[in-house]
């Protein structure tokens, strides 16, 4: 027998996330993004479940996309933030992928290699974000230079929203002008992150990019009509590895944080912050034991937690318990942590990750 934290992953709960982004933004294509290992997820897993519906992979850099190549992924790669050096063309070039182009650097890169292929490139725009990309008076140029090199195909223009998880933020539309009047309307264009393919259609334009959302988090603080949909794709459990009794006014953990208010049957949960828990959840956030929820008592440790099972008299050791899941909004608790679910998924450590088709 092993420590029994794992993350159990829906695939099936990814594919129709992708297939709500797509009713939600009809008309576009769909870069499915699978960055920093589908945020969590397992990249390849995730792409060969997506691979016969998705139109597309976005990644954040070369070794992500190879890893999808050599995996067998045919379909169009992104890379988010193009190349980072002259000598990765060459695998651009052989491995057939698309790629951002947001510096002037990048578009000498371009403008000197020798592909086989013409490049398919986005151009992007900081509409402001003000990360990267060309400003909006050098877009035009910027354009005009790629479209005039022979290493360039296929051109795009791509560009970032900054405030799109905030439904009715005037941001966005200011955003979306900059890009227009940057743009002229002259190329095809990819704006929308999850939250803006849920929520803010003008952004939707040529291919959308959903992220969060395929993992069946919403991008929202609150609750959103277009969100409800979504499935949680990853479920976070353990098991009760040991029960104790305690009388009222006995502290838990580290620093005493949790005192029993009350004679307390407190639960010990094999996971803590090394496997990506996180380490700043109040006391009272939820996990959920056979089908109840039981809240966090006493600072998360390192390997452990505990919680308070005094209202769960049948709970015994070896009881599965959800960290989050179906049952456990990812999001709520993130907030709750003072994180995002991003930061959450991202961050696991440690656990199995075993994937269900
Ligand atoms: C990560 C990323 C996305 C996806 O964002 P979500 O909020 O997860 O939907 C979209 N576009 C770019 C450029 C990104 O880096």
Redesign the pocket.
């Given at each position: 027998m092993s420590r029994p934290a794992r993350a159990r992953i829906d695939l099936a709960a990814i594919r129709h996330n992708y297939l709500h982004a797509k009713s939600c933004a009809p008309s576009a294509r769909a870069?499915a993004?699978v960055?920093?290992d589908a945020?969590g997820h397992g990249a390849v897993a995730v792409a060969r479940a997506l691979a016969p519906v998705a139109d597309g992979f976005?990644v954040?850099f070369l070794e992500e996309a190879l890893e999808l190549r050599e995996s067998g992924i045919e379909g169009p790669i992104l890379l988010?933030?193009g190349v980072f050096a002259p000598d990765e063309l060459a695998a651009v070039d052989r491995a057939g992928l698309d790629m951002?182009v947001h510096a002037e650097h990048q578009l000498e890169w371009i403008a000197a290699a020798r592909p086989e292929r013409p490049f398919g490139c986005w151009l992007?725009v900081d509409s402001g974000m003000h990360r990267v990309g060309f400003a909006p008076p050098e877009v035009a140029a910027a354009l005009a230079r790629l479209r005039a090199c022979p290493q360039v195909g296929r051109l795009r223009a791509?560009s970032?929203l900054a405030r799109?998880?905030e439904p009715g933020e005037p941001y966005s539309a200011r955003q979306l002008a900059a890009f227009d009047d940057a743009v002229a309307g002259v190329v095809p264009a990819?704006l929308?992150?999850?939250?803006?393919?849920l929520d803010l259609p003008t952004a939707h334009r040529d291919w959308v990019?959903?992220?969060?959302?395929?993992?069946g988090v919403s991008?929202f603080d609150t609750a959103h009509p277009n969100a409800a949909a979504l499935r949680p794709a990853m479920t976070l459990e353990s098991a009760l590895i040991a029960i104790r009794t305690l009388p009222a006014g006995e502290p838990v953990g580290y620093g005493g944080r949790f005192v029993c208010r009350r004679p307390s049957r407190i639960g010990v949960v094999a996971i803590g912050y090394a496997d990506g828990y996180p380490r700043h959840a109040p006391d009272g956030v939820a996990v959920m034991v056979r089908g109840q929820r039981a809240p966090l008592a006493g600072r998360v440790s390192m390997d452990m937690i505990t919680v308070d099972l005094t209202d769960l008299p049948e709970a015994v050791v070896g009881d599965r318990v959800e960290l989050w899941g179906a049952r456990i909004d990812a999001g709520a608790l993130a907030r709750a942590s003072d994180t995002i679910a991003?930061q959450l998924f991202t961050n696991l450590k440690r656990v199995r990750v075993e994937h269900q088709r």
């Amino acid at each position: 027998m092993s420590r029994p934290a794992r993350a159990r992953i829906d695939l099936a709960a990814i594919r129709h996330n992708y297939l709500h982004a797509k009713s939600c933004a009809p008309s576009a294509r769909a870069w499915a993004v699978v960055k920093a290992d589908a945020y969590g997820h397992g990249a390849v897993a995730v792409a060969r479940a997506l691979a016969p519906v998705a139109d597309g992979f976005a990644v954040a850099f070369l070794e992500e996309a190879l890893e999808l190549r050599e995996s067998g992924i045919e379909g169009p790669i992104l890379l988010l933030e193009g190349v980072f050096a002259p000598d990765e063309l060459a695998a651009v070039d052989r491995a057939g992928l698309d790629m951002v182009v947001h510096a002037e650097h990048q578009l000498e890169w371009i403008a000197a290699a020798r592909p086989e292929r013409p490049f398919g490139c986005w151009l992007k725009v900081d509409s402001g974000m003000h990360r990267v990309g060309f400003a909006p008076p050098e877009v035009a140029a910027a354009l005009a230079r790629l479209r005039a090199c022979p290493q360039v195909g296929r051109l795009r223009a791509i560009s970032h929203l900054a405030r799109a998880d905030e439904p009715g933020e005037p941001y966005s539309a200011r955003q979306l002008a900059a890009f227009d009047d940057a743009v002229a309307g002259v190329v095809p264009a990819s704006l929308a992150n999850s939250a803006a393919v849920l929520d803010l259609p003008t952004a939707h334009r040529d291919w959308v990019r959903p992220g969060i959302m395929l993992y069946g988090v919403s991008p929202f603080d609150t609750a959103h009509p277009n969100a409800a949909a979504l499935r949680p794709a990853m479920t976070l459990e353990s098991a009760l590895i040991a029960i104790r009794t305690l009388p009222a006014g006995e502290p838990v953990g580290y620093g005493g944080r949790f005192v029993c208010r009350r004679p307390s049957r407190i639960g010990v949960v094999a996971i803590g912050y090394a496997d990506g828990y996180p380490r700043h959840a109040p006391d009272g956030v939820a996990v959920m034991v056979r089908g109840q929820r039981a809240p966090l008592a006493g600072r998360v440790s390192m390997d452990m937690i505990t919680v308070d099972l005094t209202d769960l008299p049948e709970a015994v050791v070896g009881d599965r318990v959800e960290l989050w899941g179906a049952r456990i909004d990812a999001g709520a608790l993130a907030r709750a942590s003072d994180t995002i679910a991003y930061q959450l998924f991202t961050n696991l450590k440690r656990v199995r990750v075993e994937h269900q088709r």
